[in-house]
């Protein structure tokens, strides 16, 4: 099965690394974007299997781009992990309880992206 990933990231060299990273697996077609109101257009018309969202971005956030998703049938069920150098124990605890499917730590490594996101592809 291939898996659609909307990776979500306001720095273009984090979504070039990210997206070189997670093609390491064949099954994956990533799509990379630079905003969350770009993602919420591509989420609807893409249906992507997994959301991948920056914390930090301008204009809206990591958090209030999955609040709108969220808050779209068509959107409402995708999972969403948070890509974020927030990552204490109470920051990952806010965000898996605003909705977050997980959390990974920026930065992330490279070489092992693809198979960390994998169990969030479901079966």
């Known amino acids: 099965m291939n898996y659609r990933i909307l990776y979500v990231d306001d ?15 064949p099954s994956f077609e990533v799509k990379p ?4 109101r770009e993602a919420l257009g591509i989420a609807i018309a893409w249906q992507p ?5 920056d914390v930090v971005m301008p204009d809206l956030d990591g958090p209030a781009t999955l609040s709108n998703l969220r808050d779209h049938p068509m959107t409402r069920d995708m999972p969403v992990i ?14 898996l309880s605003l909705g977050a499917a997980g959390v990974i ?9 693809a198979v960390t996101v994998k169990p969030y592809l479901g079966p």
């Open 105 to 113: 730590a920026k930065p992330f490594n490279p070489t092992t992206l």
């Open 11 to 25: 720095e273009p060299d984090m979504r070039e690394i990210a997206v070189l990273s997670l093609a390491r697996d």
């Open 82 to 95: 948070f890509i974020t150098a927030r990552s204490q124990p109470q920051d990952v605890e806010r965000f």
């Open 49 to 53: 299997h997994l959301v991948m969202l």
């Open 33 to 36: 974007c630079g905003s969350g």
